[in-house]
């Protein structure tokens, strides 16, 4: 096995195309794959030492190296502020020890349903910036993933930058994540919300899943109902079935189609009724 | 007063394994060392028709492979058990017929682990497919696929049905005692697999020492049973076998098995080299488990809350080899039913094998799953006569001064030996635990958190009466130092720590002046080893034997010295003094006079210890949980443990073994659980998979260790390793009943589980399939 150890990012893209080439970011899923002999590189190109680091803002928009580690994106004031659906997803993963590894490229590129980072991005309808030799594209996430370990990334490229709107103040958001245990969990089911709202209406509503099909994945049909609803605990009941229809889980060994079906639901109440109750002390 | 005993003497190994000292199986590395890895079988019930490991053989770097058709054929249990054996002999080296899916076919020995891992791929193996079954209740049945049918093994009790073993046994009149009753509750209760998942899993290194002798370092909990299993497989004498048991990174019961041990032996045996065999975290998994047990129990009460009548009906799954089968079955009824005082019990317990995992020891012993059935019940009874749990719990228990006629008609694989509790502080730890939970009634809160308190009492034993037997020795060195030697096994428990203890406050020295080399068969006197909560309690009476002979000595001595008798004498502080005229010698003196000066001789002492009771140590455990009704999940907001373990040699090292045993107790309550396939193999061995409680789970614990003193012990001490971990599976199903009105019946209480009870969920399916198993 062959390890490079690019110093920028075009030395690093001459040594990516091959057919058991991968990336090493954080090596928090790499190298436990490599243990289980669950995969046998050929060469591994170590892109650590590329400077892709960094939280900035830039306008309206935050720009996140790709090997931002997931307890800087935690402690940064930025992500706090702009977009703390992320920051507190982010806050629920793994232990000390992965969150000072992983990135939230390598959590984005591993591609798991049950990503922590990846609800939370798809409700900032986050675009992932990816490079190669032939040049650079933006893609938005929520056309990133084709499967389960599965998504779009050519074999001679690899994720820079992370790129989304800052969230407003008018926003309302949530992630819940229900895992076996507190810490160094893999969600059963995992949401994340965004919207709008003007007094008790919603709009520009968007959810997340993950844990609950192949990819992580939008609820939109559930949000079409939410948009320009007000919110009431009748519609709250109504909308929590909904999402239960929306979605097809399956069973494996974390927990079972029916569990999470009705999880949806939960969750989606819980949050929502969060928000309404924070609105109605709001108004009073 | 005590000087030593009851103090939080820090643990002698303590420094060294902070400091990452090489202590540990692992640590060692010795030349030419080999590597061993296994040949598992991917079926649950199949009959090797046909092995070819010529491939393996050819591969560079692979010095042995090792199948049914090399190797002795010996059968033996795996259970680490005092001699003869109570659990059948139903196991040899590598067989031919396979019993679940991990049963071992081969093993190949190599230059490294990486190259054996390859070589393993390369054998070829031709199975003849047998059915396999995996339903306890239909292993019994005619017809059932026969899981030992072999003509050499023993001691199973009914092979053609799988039955391993059986016990019934009828106290006072049943049925009349149901007549007496008010309210009369049958129910079932299923206690599920587990394992221990001790951060080290199993490892043996074996290497021959410079005489040619066997030396086998390993990580267990029965050094001597060691020696002696490994000279029966291996077919070679006892004098040929050194067992070494350095620090140990946690057993819990799973290393009381000697399964590893013989094949590495063999493999140096045969090569003359060193060997390494450990146990991958996966491997581990299926290693040893706890049996699960199903619970049929009956209970009659009038209703004033006292019990009439208890019929306990017990069904234990040992899996595919009967290891520990029969006492762990004994144990559900010896260890739980005393605690109730009823004039009329039946006890019936059958064990059965299946196509699963190995079951084995594991802390509780099967009193984890009776407790989980009995104060489940209890609480059911309370309701139904209107009494509050608690109050119930104050008047059905044994007290001091008391006996139960089930000490005297079960055992342990056998019929047990009266005994009279001497020393019960229960009622105190009752009182105190209900104290600290603050129990309040139940608001009527709307919210989607729902508030519950449950509530379990239990007991164990101290070592097995009558049976179980450990020996120390303890000899002076010149500077007034000893060295203490002990078969015991410290397990990381700190039992080395305490043994010192005893021996310093008997010898009136401080206890760094108490030395303490444990578990060598070659330099140390024989123990049983650290299992059935005896260590302290049996070991310990060893040491406090061996100390008070070695103290007669010193006295001896410096009545000559101090030309004085000895009601003139007393001893403090290392010294020798006459009360007369305050004149002393110190041990330092008596010591090199006895070595160099006068009448020369070491000064030594060799005392064994066994015990015709096994006095129970009681808790009472208390717990206030929070369910979300909306995601079924549940958190435990605080756990009080009241224990009466005697007196605390080291009270820090005994609360460590409670609120070790209670974290272990809620994981396995909450979230631990085996997920198999169809064909009955594990689905989720590994960390990532099975999910043991972290630190972030952990909730806040009260532990209070209520002294009593029990006359029978060193110092007042019973056992503590054990008895804790029976608590937290009926207290939390208790408080989920308090909470949202629910009983549960069988564990683990997922959040599947809990809405699936609440009727949120109609019905699991696929992953829950495996269930009763």
């Known amino acids: 096995m062959k390890v490079y150890n690019p110093k920028n990012i075009k030395e690093a893209l001459t040594y990516l195309g091959g057919k058991d080439t991968h990336i090493l970011a954080g090596g928090t899923d790499l190298i436990v794959r490599i243990k289980d002999r669950d995969i046998y590189p050929k060469s591994i190109v170590n892109i650590k030492m590329l400077h892709l680091d960094y939280i900035k803002i830039n306008g309206d928009f935050i720009k996140v190296g790709a090997l931002t580690s997931v307890e800087t994106l935690y ?21 000390p020890q992965i969150r000072n590894l992983g990135t939230i490229g390598g959590n984005i590129a591993n591609a798991s349903p049950a990503a922590d980072t990846v609800p939370p991005l798809f409700v900032l309808n986050a675009g992932i910036t990816l490079k190669s030799r032939r040049g650079k594209r933006a893609v938005a996430i929520g056309e990133f993933f084709t499967g389960p370990g599965e998504n779009i990334i050519e074999r001679d490229e690899f994720i820079t930058e992370v790129v989304f709107k800052k969230m407003e103040s008018d926003e309302v958001w949530f992630f819940k994540k229900l895992g076996q245990r507190k810490a160094l969990t893999i969600a059963k089911i995992s949401l994340a919300f965004g919207g709008r709202l003007s007094g008790r209406k919603l709009n520009e509503v968007s959810i997340a899943l993950g844990a609950v099909a192949s990819t992580v994945i939008y609820a939109k049909r559930t949000a079409d109902f939410l948009n320009s609803k007000r919110l009431t605990r009748d519609v709250i009941d109504v909308v929590s079935k909904i999402i239960q229809k929306e979605i097809e889980p399956i069973t494996d060994i974390r927990s079972t189609v029916e569990y999470r079906r009705k999880m949806a639901g939960a969750l989606l109440k819980q949050g929502l009724l969060d928000i309404m109750y924070s609105v109605i002390a709001r108004q009073s | 007063m005590f000087k030593e005993v009851g103090k939080n003497i820090q643990r002698v190994d303590g420094y060294s394994l902070v400091k990452g000292n090489p202590v540990f199986t692992d640590d060692i590395d010795l030349k030419d060392m080999l590597f061993i890895k296994f040949l598992r079988s991917p079926h649950p019930h199949a009959v090797i028709k046909s092995i070819d490991t010529r491939e393996a053989e050819k591969m560079a770097g692979v010095a042995l492979v090792l199948t049914h058709q090399n190797t002795p054929r010996v059968p033996h249990t795996t259970a680490g058990q005092g001699y003869p054996e109570p659990s059948p002999y139903d196991s040899v080296m590598f067989p031919r017929k396979m019993r679940f899916v991990g049963d071992r076919v081969a093993c190949v020995a190599a230059e490294s682990p990486e190259i054996a891992l390859d070589a393993v791929k390369k054998i070829d193996v031709e199975y003849k497919i ?40 009828n106290v006072g009149n049943l049925d009349a005692g149901f007549g007496e009753a008010d309210v009369v509750l049958e ?43 490994c000279a029966n497989v291996l077919g070679i004498s006892i004098r040929k076998i050194r067992v070494i048991k350095p620090r140990i990174g946690g057993a819990f019961g799973t290393k009381q098995e000697v399964y590893l041990e013989y094949i590495a032996a063999y493999v140096t045996l045969q090569t003359e080299r060193p060997a390494k065999f450990e146990l991958t975290r996966s491997e581990e998994f ?18 004033d809350g006292t019990l009439t009548a208890i019929d306990m009906r017990i069904l234990s799954n040992t899996g595919a080899y009967g290891s520990h089968a029969t006492t762990v079955m004994y144990n559900t009824g010896s260890k739980v039913l005393p605690l109730y005082r009823c004039p009329n019990v039946r006890f019936e317990g059958k064990v059965v094998y299946t196509n699963l995992p190995v079951a084995g020891a594991y802390r509780g012993y099967g009193a984890t799953q009776g407790y989980f059935a009995t104060e489940s019940m209890l609480d059911e009874i309370a309701e139904k006569i209107g009494m509050a749990p608690v109050d119930l719990r104050r008047k ?26 001497s020393s019960s502080k229960l009622p105190l730890c009752i009182e105190e635990g209900f104290k600290l939970i603050k129990w309040k009634k139940k608001p009527k809160e709307e919210g989607k958190m729902k508030r519950g308190y449950g509530c379990a009492i239990m007991m164990q034993g101290s070592g097995i009466p009558a049976v179980d037997m450990g020996a120390a020795t303890i000899k002076m060195n010149e500077d007034g130092s000893f060295n203490l030697l002990v078969g015991a096994t410290d397990l990381g428990t700190g039992s080395d720590t305490i043994l010192a203890q005893i021996a310093a406050e008997t010898l009136k020295v401080p206890t760094e002046r108490i030395i303490v080399y444990s578990s060598d068969t070659d330099f140390t006197p024989f123990d049983v080893g650290a299992y059935a909560s005896s260590t302290t309690y049996i070991s310990g009476g ?67 210890h066994i015990s015709h009771k096994s006095p129970p140590p009681f808790a009472a455990h208390f717990v206030e949980i929070l369910i979300n009704r909306g995601t079924g999940k549940i958190k435990v907001e605080k756990y009080v443990a009241c224990v009466d373990c005697g007196t605390a040699i080291n009270p820090k090292l005994a609360e460590g073994q409670v609120e070790g045993s209670i974290i272990n107790g809620i994981s396995y309550a909450l979230t631990e659980e085996f997920i198999f396939n169809k064909n009955g193999k594990m689905r989720n061995a590994s960390f990532r998979d099975y999910k043991i409680f972290t630190a972030m789970d952990i909730p806040e614990m009260k532990v209070v260790l209520i002294p009593s003193h029990e006359p029978s012990g060193p110092f007042g001490a019973k056992s503590v390793g054990e008895v804790c971990i029976n608590g937290p ?12 009105g629910v009983r549960i019946r069988k564990t683990p209480f997922t959040p599947e589980r809990v809405l699936k009870a609440m009727g949120e969920i109609e019905h699991l399916k696929d992953i829950h399939k495996m269930e009763n198993y």
Request: proline fraction near 5%; hydrophobic fraction near 35%; glycine fraction near 6%.
């Open chain 2, 286 to 303: 299926t290693s040893r488990t706890r049996h699960p047990i199903i619970t049929v129990l009956k209970v009659g009460a009038r209703k």
């Open chain 2, 729 to 740: 599976c009926p207290a939390i199903a208790n408080a989920i009943y308090d909470a949202v």
């Open chain 2, 187 to 229: 129910n079932r209760y299923e206690a599920h697999y587990a394992q221990h998942t001790p951060i080290e899993p199993h490892i043996v290194i074996t290497y021959l020492d410079e005489n040619g002798r066997l030396v086998i370092r390993t990580s267990t909990q029965v050094p001597f049973h060691v020696r002696r299993i």
């Open chain 2, 396 to 421: 059905i228990h044994i007290k001091e001064g008391e006996t139960s006629p089930i000490f005297d008609a079960l055992g342990e694989g056998k019929k047990g030996i009266p005994q009279v509790i």
């Open chain 1, 75 to 95: 402690r940064s004031e930025i992500i706090n502020t702009y977009a703390p659906v992320l920051s507190d997803a982010v806050g629920k993963m793994g232990s």
């Open chain 2, 130 to 169: 047998l059915s396999p079954v995996f339903n306890p209740e239909d292993a019994l049945k005619d017809g059932a696929p026969i899981i030992h049918d072999e003509k050499d093994s023993s001691g199973i009790l009914d092979p053609k049905h799988n039955l391993v073993g059986e016990v019934e046994v």
């Open chain 2, 542 to 608: 060893a040491v406090l034997k061996t100390a008070r002979k070695v103290l007669e000595e010193i006295i001896l001595i410096g009545e000559k010295m101090l030309n004085e008798s000895k009601e003139n004498l007393k001893v403090e502080n290392g010294k020798v003094v006459s009360k007369k005229t305050n004149s002393s010698v110190t041990y330092r003196e008596i010591a090199c006079n006895a070595l160099y000066e006068t009448n020369q001789h070491q000064i030594i002492a060799s005392m064994s």
